[in-house]
């Protein structure tokens, strides 16, 4: 199965700002989908944008995809400590999920 | 909507023991669940899928006769890690496809510490 990689591993912002996180992938996929775990807990969806889309919204977050890049993005803005958290892509191709590494985000007030 | 539940949510037990973990999903039907295990600071890594009425889907390196999986209902999976070992001891995860390829719905996850 094919997994993602995140990048970067781990991020440290202040209140307020705005925190980015990048996600490749190596084959082609239906959708992708982002993921948040706060420590020692389950997967929170997110968001889920599939491969004909470029750009979807939802609430403080925005997420790109570009297919001939093999690559997404998670965007996180105003951040709060309360988005403190790992967050997980996820690319799927069939009906299964294959996930990344995850970028640990700190969220300092 | 789209709940899915765990139980228990922490178990330890003695090694050769067996350990049985429900997956249940608790206002939708599920036709397909996932069992993932994460170990600490690491991603998710799929175990098999299950599959209501039929036998479960493993990944490859997966032993299926040391982690038996039953997909009793459209809302329960059950995985049952036999003769469980040190190394066995991880974070379980299920999860449920409520609309297949929308995106899957994640249980609380259940710790697994095998002494």
């Known amino acids: 199965s094919q997994q993602g990689e995140e990048d970067p591993q781990a991020l440290s912002i202040q209140e307020g700002e705005n925190a980015t996180m990048n996600c490749s992938y190596k084959?082609?996929?239906?959708?992708l989908q982002w993921y948040r775990q706060n420590s020692g807990r389950g997967l929170v969806h997110l968001i889920l944008?599939?491969?004909?889309?470029r750009e979807k919204h939802s609430g403080r977050l925005r997420v790109t995809l570009d297919t001939s890049k093999k690559s997404s993005s998670l965007l996180i803005t105003a951040s709060r400590a309360a988005d403190t958290a790992s967050y997980f892509c996820?690319?799927?191709?069939?009906?299964?999920?294959?996930f990344g590494a995850g970028t640990t985000v700190t969220v300092r007030a | 909507g789209a709940v899915v539940s765990q139980h228990p949510s922490w178990v330890i037990c003695k090694s050769g023991t067996s350990v049985k973990i429900e997956c249940r999903s608790l206002?939708?039907?599920?036709?397909?669940m996932f069992w993932y295990r994460q170990f600490p600071k690491q991603s998710l890594m799929l175990m098999a899928t299950s599959n209501e009425g039929s036998k479960a889907t493993y990944e490859q390196g997966v032993e299926k006769d040391k982690f038996l999986i039953n997909h009793a209902s459209l809302t329960l999976s059950t995985l049952t890690v036999t003769s469980a070992h040190p190394e066995d001891s991880s974070f379980y995860i299920c999860?449920?496809?409520?609309?297949?390829?929308?995106?899957?719905?994640f249980g609380p996850g259940t710790r697994l510490t095998v002494l």
């Open positions: 944008i599939r491969s004909n889309e």
């Open positions: 206002d939708f039907q599920a036709t397909t």
């Open positions: 996820a690319t799927s191709n069939d009906y299964k999920l294959s």
């Open positions: 999860s449920a496809d409520a609309d297949m390829g929308a995106g899957q719905y």
């Open positions: 084959t082609s996929i239906n959708n």
